[in-house]
């Protein structure tokens, strides 16, 4: 009996195709996305599977498959055109359409299962009105005809929304998921992993290559926007300054910014401190960006400690903000910190904000705390080149104190994330290859499925055919 194939339609870079080969121990045998740039990613990843670079109606599923019979088929289509993300933009019929291909594929060749992943908006799928606009009325309704259509070739479907970081992965991100089966067999959804009462999240502040330089954002050219500002205020006061335990990263020579300087965890013994301020404590957190909030919204800054947010195709949307801390009434960064610190957990976003805290720039960063910091006002630190505003209670905007001992915020250095760690907290694995540009290889992160979900359901769907695996 010939190998049943496997099959990942929309493969993008290659993120269902990693959940399968880690469930089932191989690749998918076939691939097709229309960009050559996910193509040319997916190869370098997967060069056992056979690869299509065309529009998916133009692949003939008899003529691909050869007359093999087909174990899985999986479709993650476009989202963009379903998803709220696009907020009151017409939508494309032709795009919102392409989910058809799976009724194409399961009437040609009837995969035995069938997986179908998208935005949880997709079950929302209907008509649209003349101006590209969802018919409010008739919400649903081609979503529902989709399905019975399926039904009528004799598949049981069943569909859940799950969350990434409840299976491995160090992202929120939540998708809707559609099983379908024509082999009489029951559809299996995996039990989460992690989260209450199981190992905990992973989270976005393992994703972060802290050796990787952060600019300060005293010293740029063009001014940050009035919103970005705020959303570090609020951040560097709810995570570092009113925080009970900072996430701290121990850095040492941070000042050389770059791949070769050494960073430390907080829970590793500081290394010899010299006469030189070689040491840093390094209190991170995370802002979104290119996200404007709505009216009377809170700035938005995140939490280094819980699971990443959504990793979107449009572009990088958050930033690392950390706080380099300086002993108090000392010239050398991080003295004192002879003794081990307690490790503490911490979720990272897409850009980098650093704070330090030296002697002549104290007071700058105070005022543009006190600017900043819950007022909403949209003042900004351009100020500082006329007096000092009264400044109430300084401590409180510019100390942190560690374990008893006092440190100020000596400098503040923000950096979007790199691909690299976006698709660290995607879960792809750390040997997988990237190609192409910045932008493009963002945009397939952000349109790839978390391969630790994809992996789960195939596990629980092939259940002997991952235990076989397993044990080779």
């Given at each position: ?63 691909a498959t050869g007359g093999r019979p087909v174990g899985l088929a999986w479709f993650s289509p476009d989202c963009t055109h379903f998803s709220k993300a696009k907020g009151g933009k017409p939508r494309s019929k032709k795009i919102r ?153 121990v850095s040492i020579d941070h000042q050389s910014s770059g791949p070769g300087a050494a960073v430390r965890s907080a829970d590793e013994p500081l290394t010899t401190v010299t006469g030189k301020a070689r040491h840093a404590l390094v ?79 104290r007071e700058k960063v105070s005022a543009f705390l006190i600017n900043y910091y819950g007022s909403g006002s949209g003042k900004t630190g351009s100020a500082l080149d006329r007096p000092l505003p009264t400044v109430v209670s300084r ?78």
């Amino acid at each position: 009996m010939a190998r049943e194939l496997i099959l990942d339609s929309f493969c993008g870079g290659g993120g269902a195709s990693t959940g399968i080969e880690w469930a089932l121990g191989r690749s998918p045998d076939i691939a097709i996305n229309h960009s050559a740039e996910a193509i040319a990613m997916h190869a370098l990843n997967h060069p056992a599977t056979r690869h299509y670079c065309e529009d998916v109606w133009q692949v003939d599923p008899r003529e691909a498959t050869g007359g093999r019979p087909v174990g899985l088929a999986w479709f993650s289509p476009d989202c963009t055109h379903f998803s709220k993300a696009k907020g009151g933009k017409p939508r494309s019929k032709k795009i919102r359409g392409l989910a058809w291909v799976v009724y194409r594929w399961a009437k040609a060749v009837r995969p035995r299962v069938i997986a179908l992943e998208n935005v949880e908006e997709f079950a929302d799928w209907g008509p649209l009105l003349d101006d590209g606009r969802p018919c409010p009325v008739r919400r649903g309704m081609t979503f529902r005809r989709w399905w019975r259509q399926l039904e009528n070739l004799g598949y049981t479907l069943d569909a859940r929304e799950l969350r990434a970081c409840d299976y491995g992965a160090p992202t929120s991100r939540k998708r809707l998921f559609v099983i379908a089966r024509c082999d009489g067999l029951p559809i299996r959804w995996p039990e989460p992993t992690h989260g209450l009462g199981l190992a905990p999240y992973r989270t976005a502040g393992e994703c972060i290559d802290w050796s990787l330089p952060c600019p300060s954002i005293f010293d740029r050219r063009k001014p940050l926007a009035d919103a970005t500002l705020r959303r570090i205020a609020a951040g560097v006061m709810r995570y570092v300054v009113n925080a009970r335990q900072p996430y701290l990263v121990v850095s040492i020579d941070h000042q050389s910014s770059g791949p070769g300087a050494a960073v430390r965890s907080a829970d590793e013994p500081l290394t010899t401190v010299t006469g030189k301020a070689r040491h840093a404590l390094v209190a991170p957190t995370l802002v979104q960006t290119g996200y404007g909030e709505r009216d009377g919204q809170a700035p938005r800054c995140l939490d280094l400690q819980k699971p990443l947010g959504t990793v979107v195709a449009g572009g990088q949307k958050h930033a690392l903000v950390a706080a380099f801390l300086a002993r108090h009434f000392t010239g050398v960064v991080g003295r004192g910190l002879e003794q081990p610190c307690p490790t503490i957990t911490a979720t990272d976003h897409h850009s980098l904000v650093t704070a330090t805290l030296a002697q002549d720039r104290r007071e700058k960063v105070s005022a543009f705390l006190i600017n900043y910091y819950g007022s909403g006002s949209g003042k900004t630190g351009s100020a500082l080149d006329r007096p000092l505003p009264t400044v109430v209670s300084r401590d409180r905007f510019g100390l942190v104190t560690v374990h008893g001992q006092p440190h100020y915020i000596a400098d503040i250095g923000l950096r979007m994330l790199v691909p690299r760690e976006l698709y660290r907290a995607q879960g792809f694995p750390e040997d997988v290859q990237l190609r192409g540009t910045t932008r493009s290889q963002v945009a397939l992160c952000g349109n790839s499925v978390s391969p630790p979900v994809a992996a789960a359901i195939v596990r629980a769907n092939f259940a002997e055919a991952a235990q076989e695996a397993a044990a080779a």
